[in-house]
């Protein structure tokens, strides 16, 4: 009987364990340009594009409006120029807050890149 049992035990492991399926997520190869990043042609647009004006229009900062983003991003201390990656902005849209989910990998990679160059007024 207990033979039995651990043979029936055995094989409902097996019909378990091999219902399990893993699925490898490959992640994104993003490719970004070799020139500077330009804040009045690929930054300031993005957040209109993506959405996040619906939002940040003035009533809630930052104020992303193209011609209010830049000086709202600087001096709402949104960036973190020496340590890129610790900045509010970036981790903002990596949490998807809002509409960032609207923002590709590509754009998120852009907007850090542009903050690791200085995040100039360009």
């Not at 939002?55 to 890129?84: F, M, Q, W």
């Not at 902005?89 to 809002?98: A, E, M, V």
Request: overall charge neutral; charged content about 20%.
């Amino acid at each position: 009987m207990k033979k039995r049992f651990g043979i029936l035990a055995g094989l409902v492991m097996v019909l378990i364990l091999g219902a399990c399926e893993y699925e490898t997520i490959v992640p994104k190869q993003v490719v970004l340009p070799d020139e500077p990043v330009k804040f009045s042609t690929q930054i300031a647009p993005m957040f209109d594009e993506a959405g996040c004006t619906a939002c940040h229009a003035g009533a809630t900062n930052p104020d992303l409006r193209p011609d209010k983003a830049y000086e709202s991003l600087v001096n709402g201390g949104y960036l973190n120029i020496v340590v890129p990656d610790d900045s509010k902005l970036i981790k903002k849209i990596n949490s998807n807050h809002g509409t960032a989910s609207n923002l590709s990998a590509e754009q998120k990679a852009l907007l850090l890149k542009w903050i690791k160059e200085g995040a100039k007024n360009n």
